[in-house]
C-alpha cells in the first residue's frame, strides 16, 4: 500500500517499506541527504526533521506514520547561496563546526521557534537537549540563538 | 588589536559553514557511486578465541550478496601504524580473534540490509580462550597471552622507564613526600558522524579510490596501500567533509581496508558505514590507565623531583599506546619547575578494544593526577592554591628535567588572569557551604616532532583561471576551521581578501603531503608551510613576470593582490590578469621542524619549536542530597601565540572545556567482561546543552618568534587543565579527594554525606535471606554455572532488522491483527523503544501494529471524577495541557522531565509504562535470566550495577525506570485495556509483574488511562535525579498529598527507578499521617522508604539518594 505524504511542500506517494524509517526514506529515496543519521536510535537528533510542526527524529518514524503528513527537511530552507536569516547567523556566529549536528539543531529549533517566538534560555536548552553536539559545547549555538530571538529573524 | 593585520586576528567564519547548515556538504555518509554495493562486518562475539573456520558459503547464496570475505582471503600482512616493531593487527582476523566486536568476515551486496541479514549466514568455528580484562591480571604470570611472541613481560606491549638528574635523590632530600594513585576510565570520542568509507577500486588500472572522514589521509594511505599490498601510488584517498575527529579518526580504521578489499574483491564501488553501536565496540576510544605519582617536595615547596608510574591499558592491539604513552610522560615534569623526574610506564594488552587517541592523548588525566598532588602539596604547607602554582610555574628561558627548552611562556600571567577574573581573592575566604574554586593549568608543545618521516607539512597554491587561489593541504579539517586558518595565513601574506581564497583539504592526488590533524599539530605546522608557500608563490609571480616584463624579479612587488613593477602603469597585473597570461599555474612548499630529536630511548631532549600554555579556573556547586554537581563558571585563559581567528579558537575552547567537564563528570565506558555495555548515546553520557556553564575565554598573546604570525598550537589546550580544575573545585566544595575519574554524583554522594549511612534493615523483607544467599554463591557457583549452562555474551540471531508493518484503521482491527495466528506481532505506538529494542533482540515480534493515530486511544477528557488520558496520547500532549497541570501538577512536571523534545513528541503515555526493561547488560545481549530463562545468570550481581535495583530484586535486578510509573501510581490511576472479549480495568498499582513485563497480554492493546481526580486540595512533587537531563532515572520519588483543612488526610507516595515495580512507600505515608510534617518527621518518614533495601556493589548509593529524594519531594510538595 503507498504512502501518501507531504515533504518540503511537494506532495509525494512512495511503495517503500513503510516499515523503513523515514530517515532512510528521505536520504535514500528523496536523496534529501541532509537530514543525517548519527545514532539511528533517537539519541542524537542529528535526524531532526519537523514532523506536523513537531521535531521528532527521523530514524524512529516508521514511513507508513507519515501517511497524510506534512514534513519539513533542511532543504525547506535556504540552499548554499540564500541562506535562511537563521542559518547565516549560525555560520557568522561560529555556532558550529563539523557540522554533522546541524541539519538536525536548526529543524529543532525552527520547530521551537515557531510555537514560541520569544523562548527564554531554559527553554531553549530544554529544545535542544536532544541534539547532542560534541564539537562546539554548545556555547556559540546558544550566543546564536539568543541573537536569533532578540533579532526575530525565524519570522523573516 | 591587530590593526595591521588584514584578516589575523579577524573572526572569520567558516569556509564549508553555508554548506553545512543547509544540509549540503558531502560527508562519507552521503556519497553513492553507480553500482555501489553495500558492506557489512561479522565481529567476534567472544573476547578471546582461536578462529578454526569460518564458511562462508551460505552467506555468499544469500539474495543480493556479491562476496563474502574472512581474513585468510586478505593478504598475509599486518598494519604497522605504531611502527613495524609493534605491527600485531591484520586487515581482518586470521588465526585469533582478541576482542568482543573484532572483524571476522565481511560481505557485500545490493542493499545495506541484504548486506546484514547476509552476517546471520556465516558460521565461524571458535576455540573459547580464557580472557582478561584488566591490567592488573593481565600482568600475572598465569594470565592468558593475548600476543604470544614478545620479548617483554606476559601481556606487555611497551615499558618505558626513564630517570632524569637523579629522582631518587631528590627523594631523599625531600622534606615531605606525597605519594597517591589515581586512576581513570575510557572515553569515547564521540563523534556524530559514525567511521564510513566509499572504496572504488578500477580493475583496468589497479588505482584504489577512497572517501573516508581521516584526520591523516597520508597514514589511511601508506596503511591501505601496505595491508592491501598495493603500490603506495596506486591509493587515493579524496576530500570528504569529516563529522568530528577529536583523534577517534586520527589513523586508518579497519572498515576502510575491509571496503577496499571488497572493492577489489567485486570490481565495484563498496561502502560501509558502522552504526553507533559498532562505533562504541570496535572504534578507537581513549586509553584508561592507573598512575601512581610521587612528589619530592622541600619545606618550602620547591619540587625537588617527580616520580611517575602508569599502567595503560593498550587494549588487544597496539595502535597509539606508544605515542600515547610519551604524551603521558611528557604532562608529569614539564609544566612546574621540578627538579628531577623519572618515569616507569607500562603498555599492556588486554582482551578489550584497542585504545586510539581521543582529544589531549591521556594528558588531562596525568594532568588531573599532578594537579591534584599540587593542591595537596599547598594545602600542607599552609600556602595558597593558586599563589603556589605561580610561584612555581614554568618561566621564559626555563629548561625542564625532561630537557625541554622553555620558549615564549605567559603561565604565570595566565594563572594570575585566571585568578582575577574567577574572584579568588574576594571569595578565598567567604566561600559559600558546598561550593569551590579549583585551578589547573597545561602545557602543551607546538608541536611535538612526531616521527622522523612526519615533521614537516606541505602546502599548495594554485593560481586558477578567474584569478582566484586555492589552497591545498592533505591535513584534513574535522570542523575546527583549520581550513579557514589556513587561507587566512596564505591571505595575509600575499595582502589578499580571505574571500579569494578556496582550501581544499585531504585529496592526496590534488594536494602535497602532511602528516594530518592531530596532537594540535595544524595551526602551527601547516600554517608555517602555508606561509612560506605564499612567500614561494610570490617569489613565481615574480620570476614569472620578470621574463615578461623585462625587469629583475626583486624589483617587482606584489602588495594587495597586485603586481607591479614601479609607477609603471603599463606593468601593473591583477591576478586574473596574470592568470589570463601565464594560465593556471602551482606553486607548492614545506615546512619541517627544525629541531633535534629527543633521545629515542630516553625521551630526553628539547621537544617542540615552542610550548603552549594554559590555566583554568573553575567555579561550582555539589547538592549534598544528590551529589549532583553544577558547574556555574570556568574561566580558561591561554598563553597560545598569536590568535588567528578568535571566532575559530573560542569554539575550540569552548568545546574542548564541555569535553572536558564529561571527562570529570561522568563519561567512561562500562565493561562487563570486555564488552562496552553503555553502548548508546543514552547510557554514554556524553555532556549536553543543559550542561554548558558560563565560560569566560581570555588569551595572553605572546607572539611566537617560531609560530606562524606568532601563533602555538591550541586544539587539545582547552581539554587538558578542565578535570583538572573541576576535580580541584569539587575537593574544595566537599572536603574529599576523589582518585578515580570520571567523579560521577554517586561517588560524591557516598563521599561526602554528612549523615550515616541509612539503616537498611535487609532482615524485614525475609525473602531477601533467599536472594542474600543466592547472590553470596555467585561469584564461585552460581554465575560460572549458569553462564556454561546458557549464558554467553554476544549478538544474538534474535536482532531484527527486517519486519512487516501494518497500520489498522480502528481498535478493532488493530486486535484481530494480534490474534492472528500467522505471525507475531505487537503493537506499536510512539516506537522510540520498539523499534530500538527490535534491533538490540529485546523484543521479538515480525510484524508492528501501528495504533499510534488510532482515534479510540487518543485525546484528553477532563471528567468530574477522573482525567481520562487516550493511551496512544504523546507525552508532549499531555504535558502542553494546562488543564491537567491544574489537576495533577506532577504529571505535567514529571512527564516533562522524559527523555527529549523530539523523543516527547512521539513517545506515549502507555509506551512509557510499557517499555522493556532498562538494563545494560540485558540491552547489549547479554545472554541473561531475563533474556535466556532460568539456566542463565543475571550479570548485575558481579557486574557494574550502579544503576539496578536496591529493593526487591531476585533473578533479576533491573529497575522500573519509567517515570510515569511512580506518578500513575502515587495519583491511584487505572489502566484500561481493551482485548477480543472486552475491557478489563488494572490499577496501577498492579500493572506491573516485573520490570518491563505488564499484565497487559499479548493479545490485548492499553486504551486508556484514568487517573481520579480528588476534589480537596492536593499538593503533589515529583523529585527525579538521573545521569543526564533527559536520561532514564537513577532514583524517582512521587509524592500526591490531600488535604482537609490543615490536615493531612491522606498521602500516596511512590518510588522509581529503584526496584522492579514503582514501590508505594506505605510505611512512609503511614508516618507522615501518625507523625506529623514537622522536619523531624518528614526526614524519619523518609528514611523508612529504604526499609529492607538489598543494595547490590555498586548502588548502595541508591539508598541515600532515595532517603534524601523521598524528604526533598515531600517538603517541596507541602503547601506554602
Given amino acids: ?156 | 588589536m591587530n590593526a595591521e593585520f588584514r584578516t589575523i586576528g579577524k573572526p572569520r567564519p567558516q569556509l564549508e559553514g553555508p554548506a553545512k547548515v543547509s544540509g549540503r556538504a558531502q560527508y562519507t555518509h552521503d556519497l553513492t557511486l553507480p553500482n555501489m554495493l553495500h558492506g557489512a562486518i561479522l565481529r567476534s562475539p567472544h573476547p578471546h578465541a582461536r578462529i578454526r573456520s569460518v564458511d562462508l558459503s551460505r552467506a555468499r547464496a544469500m539474495p543480493g550478496v556479491v562476496a563474502a570475505v574472512c581474513g585468510t582471503d586478505f593478504p598475509d600482512l599486518k598494519y604497522v601504524n605504531a611502527g613495524p616493531a609493534f605491527a600485531d593487527r591484520f586487515a581482518m582476523a586470521r588465526d585469533k580473534v582478541r576482542f568482543t566486536g573484532e572483524e571476522v568476515a565481511a560481505v557485500a551486496a545490493q542493499t545495506p540490509v541484504q548486506a546484514q541479514v547476509a552476517l546471520a549466514a556465516i558460521t565461524v568455528d571458535y576455540e573459547i580462550l580464557p580472557a582478561v580484562y584488566d591490567v592488573e591480571t593481565a600482568l600475572t604470570p598465569d594470565a592468558p597471552a593475548i600476543h604470544e611472541k614478545s620479548d617483554l613481560p606476559r601481556n606487555v606491549a611497551q615499558e618505558s622507564i626513564a630517570d632524569f638528574d637523579g629522582v631518587e635523590q631528590a627523594f631523599g632530600d625531600a622534606a615531605h613526600i606525597f605519594d597517591a594513585t589515581f586512576e581513570h576510565g575510557i572515553v569515547a570520542p564521540i563523534c556524530l558522524e559514525t567511521n564510513g568509507v566509499l572504496a572504488d577500486y578500477d580493475t583496468e588500472t589497479g588505482d584504489l579510490t577512497l572517501w573516508a572522514p581521516s584526520q591523516a589521509p597520508f597514514f589511511v594511505r601508506k596503511e591501505i596501500a601496505h595491508v592491501m599490498d598495493l603500490p603506495l601510488e596506486k591509493v587515493h584517498a579524496k576530500s570528504v567533509v569529516i563529522g568530528g575527529g577529536f583523534g577517534g579518526k586520527s589513523q586508518s580504521p579497519e572498515p576502510i581496508a575491509i571496503a577496499a578489499f571488497l572493492s577489489i574483491t567485486t570490481g565495484r564501488p563498496v561502502k560501509i558505514l558502522l552504526n553507533r553501536q559498532e562505533e562504541f565496540l570496535s572504534g578507537k576510544s581513549d586509553h584508561a590507565k592507573k598512575m601512581r605519582v610521587r612528589s619530592a617536595v622541600a619545606a618550602d615547596g620547591t619540587i625537588l623531583g617527580r616520580h611517575t608510574e602508569f599502567w595503560v591499558d593498550n587494549g588487544a592491539y597496539t595502535h597509539m599506546g606508544p605515542a600515547y604513552i610519551s604524551a603521558v610522560r611528557q604532562r608529569t615534569c614539564n609544566l612546574y619547575r621540578v627538579g628531577a623526574a623519572g618515569f616507569d610506564g607500562k603498555l599492556v594488552h588486554t582482551n578489550k578494544v584497542s585504545g586510539g587517541s581521543y582529544r589531549g592523548m591521556g594528558s588531562p588525566q596525568i594532568i588531573w593526577a599532578i594537579e591534584t598532588q599540587i593542591d595537596e602539596i599547598a594545602e600542607r604547607l599552609g600556602k595558597d592554591k593558586l599563589e603556589y602554582r605561580i610561584e612555581i610555574a614554568n618561566r621564559p628561558g626555563d629548561r625542564t628535567p625532561q630537557g625541554w627548552e622553555i620558549g615564549t611562556c605567559a603561565l604565570a600571567e595566565c594563572l594570575e588572569e585566571a585568578g582575577r577574573r574567577i574572584g579568588w581573592a574576594e571569595k578565598k575566604d567567604a566561600m559559600p557551604p558546598n561550593r569551590g574554586i579549583g585551578f589547573a593549568a597545561m602545557i602543551n608543545p607546538s608541536v611535538g616532532v612526531l616521527y622522523a618521516e612526519g615533521n614537516f607539512a606541505c602546502v599548495s597554491i594554485d593560481l586558477l583561471e578567474d584569478g582566484r587561489l586555492k589552497v591545498g593541504t592533505q591535513s584534513a579539517d574535522c570542523g575546527t576551521s583549520q581550513n579557514t586558518v589556513m587561507g587566512q595565513f596564505v591571505a595575509e601574506e600575499l595582502g589578499l581578501d580571505a574571500d579569494v581564497i578556496d582550501v581544499l583539504h585531504m585529496d592526496t592526488d590534488e594536494t602535497p603531503p602532511d602528516l594530518g590533524s592531530a596532537a594540535s599539530r595544524v595551526t602551527f605546522v601547516s600554517g608555517n608551510a602555508a606561509i612560506k608557500t605564499a612567500k614561494s608563490f610570490r617569489a613565481e609571480i615574480a620570476s614569472r613576470l620578470a621574463s615578461h616584463w623585462d625587469v629583475p624579479a626583486d624589483e617587482i612587488d606584489f602588495t594587495d593582490g597586485i603586481a607591479s613593477y614601479k609607477d609603471d602603469n603599463a606593468r601593473r597585473l591583477t591576478l586574473a590578469e596574470i592568470a589570463a597570461l601565464e594560465g593556471p599555474f602551482r606553486v607548492e612548499d614545506r615546512y619541517d621542524i627544525d629541531i633535534p630529536r629527543p633521545d629515542p630511548k630516553t625521551g630526553y631532549g628539547h621537544y617542540a619549536a615552542t610550548y603552549g600554555f594554559g590555566a583554568q579556573a573553575v567555579e561550582l556547586e555539589v547538592d549534598p542530597a544528590t551529589g549532583q554537581v553544577t558547574v556555574h563558571k570556568i574561566v580558561v585563559v591561554q598563553d597560545i601565540g598569536r590568535v588567528i581567528n578568535p571566532l575559530a579558537l573560542e569554539g575550540q575552547m569552548q568545546g574542548g572545556i564541555v569535553q572536558g567537564i564529561g571527562m570529570a563528570l561522568r563519561e567512561e565506558l562500562v565493561f562487563n567482561d570486555g564488552v562496552p555495555v553503555n553502548a548508546s548515546l543514552i547510557t554514554y553520557k556524553a555532556p549536553r546543552i543543559q550542561d554548558t556553564p558560563e565560560i569566560d575565554i581570555a588569551f595572553i598573546e605572546t607572539d611566537d618568534p617560531t609560530g606562524p604570525y606568532g601563533a602555538k598550537a591550541g586544539g587539545e589546550h582547552s581539554i587538558n587543565p578542565t578535570p583538572a580544575a573541576i576535580a580541584n573545585a569539587l575537593a574544595q566544595a566537599t572536603g574529599t579527594r576523589f582518585r578515580k575519574l570520571p567523579i560521577k554524583a554517586s561517588d560524591i554522594l557516598q563521599a561526602t554525606a554528612v549523615k550515616p549511612s541509612p539503616d537498611l534493615k535487609p532482615w524485614k523483607r525475609p525473602y531477601n535471606l533467599e536472594v542474600a544467599s543466592a547472590r553470596a554463591l555467585y561469584p564461585a557457583i552460581l554465575y560460572p554455572g549458569l553462564r556454561k549452562l546458557g549464558g554467553k555474551l554476544g549478538r544474538k540471531p534474535a536482532a531484527k532488522t527486517e519486519y512487516d508493518y501494518i497500520r489498522p484503521k480502528n481498535l478493532q482491527e488493530a486486535l484481530r491483527a494480534l490474534a492472528a495466528q500467522d505471525r507475531k506481532a505487537k503493537v506499536m505506538a510512539g516506537g522510540t523503544d520498539l523499534q530500538v529494542g527490535l534491533r538490540q533482540g529485546v523484543y521479538d515480534a515480525d510484524t508492528l501494529v501501528d495504533i499510534a493515530d488510532l482515534e479510540e486511544l487518543r485525546g484528553i477528557a477532563i471528567a468530574a471524577d477522573k482525567v481520562i488520558v487516550g493511551a496512544a496520547t504523546t507525552i508532549a500532549e499531555i504535558t502542553e495541557r494546562d488543564d491537567i497541570r491544574a489537576i495533577h501538577p506532577m504529571l505535567t512536571e514529571g512527564l516533562s522531565r522524559i527523555a527529549t523534545a523530539q523523543i516527547r513528541n512521539v513517545a506515549t503515555i502507555a509506551g512509557d509504562l510499557s517499555q522493556e526493561k532498562r538494563c545494560w547488560f540485558f540491552r547489549s545481549g547479554a545472554q541473561c535470566y531475563k533474556a535466556g530463562g532460568m539456566t542463565c545468570p543475571c550479570y548485575a550481581v558481579l557486574g557494574d550495577n550502579r544503576h539496578h535495583s536496591i529493593l526487591g530484586a531476585g533473578r533479576c535486578a533491573a529497575p522500573c525506570v519509567a517515570d510515569a510509573a511512580p506518578i500513575l501510581t502515587a495519583l491511584d490511576a487505572v489502566v484500561v485495556v481493551a482485548g477480543a472479549g472486552g475491557e478489563r480495568r488494572i490499577p496501577m498499582q498492579d500493572f506491573y509483574i516485573w520490570s518491563g513485563k505488564t499484565r497487559v497480554a499479548e493479545n490485548e492493546i492499553i486504551r486508556a488511562i484514568e487517573i481520579p481526580r480528588d476534589h480537596v486540595p492536593v499538593s503533589q512533587r515529583f523529585e527525579k535525579v538521573a545521569g543526564w537531563d533527559g536520561d532514564f532515572a537513577d532514583a524517582s520519588v512521587a509524592v500526591n498529598l490531600s488535604w482537609d483543612g490543615p490536615k493531612l488526610a491522606a498521602a500516596r507516595i511512590s518510588l522509581g527507578a529503584v526496584a522492579p515495580l514503582p514501590v508505594r512507600a506505605t510505611r512512609t505515608e503511614a508516618a507522615l499521617l501518625a507523625d506529623g510534617l514537622s522536619d523531624t518527621a518528614i526526614e524519619a518518614a523518609a528514611g523508612l522508604t529504604v526499609e529492607g533495601a538489598l543494595p547490590l556493589s555498586d548502588n548502595a548509593y541508591k539508598a541515600r539518594l532515595l532517603v534524601n529524594l523521598t524528604e526533598r519531594a515531600i517538603k517541596n510538595s507541602l503547601p506554602e
Fill in chain 1, 1 to 156: 500500500m503507498p504512502t501518501h505524504l507531504e515533504v518540503n511542500g511537494q506532495a509525494r506517494e512512495t511503495e517503500n517499506d513503510p516499515a523503513i524509517p523515514l530517515a532512510v526514506y528521505l536520504r535514500e529515496e528523496l536523496e534529501l541527504r541532509g537530514t543525517k543519521i548519527g545514532c539511528g536510535n533517537g539519541e542524537c537528533g542529528a535526524c531532526t526533521v519537523v514532523m506536523d510542526g513537531r521535531a521528532v527524529c527521523s530514524c524512529l518514524v516508521p514511513l507508513g506514520r507519515t501517511e497524510g503528513r506534512r514534513i519539513e527537511t533542511i532543504e525547506s530552507l535556504g540552499d548554499l547561496n540564500n541562506l535562511h536569516p537563521i542559518q547565516r547567523k549560525l555560520v557568522e556566529r561560529g555556532a558550529f563546526q563539523c557540522g554533522f549536528c546541524t541539519p538536525g539543531i536548526v529543524m529543532s529549533l525552527i520547530a521551537l521557534l515557531r510555537r514560541n517566538p520569544r523562548p527564554d534560555d531554559a527553554k531553549i536548552r530544554t529544545a535542544l537537549q536532544g541534539n547532542l553536539c560534541r564539537c562546539s559545547g554548545y556555547v556559540k549555538l546558544l550566543e546564536a540563538i539568543g541573537e536569533i530571538v532578540r533579532e526575530g529573524l525565524h519570522e523573516r
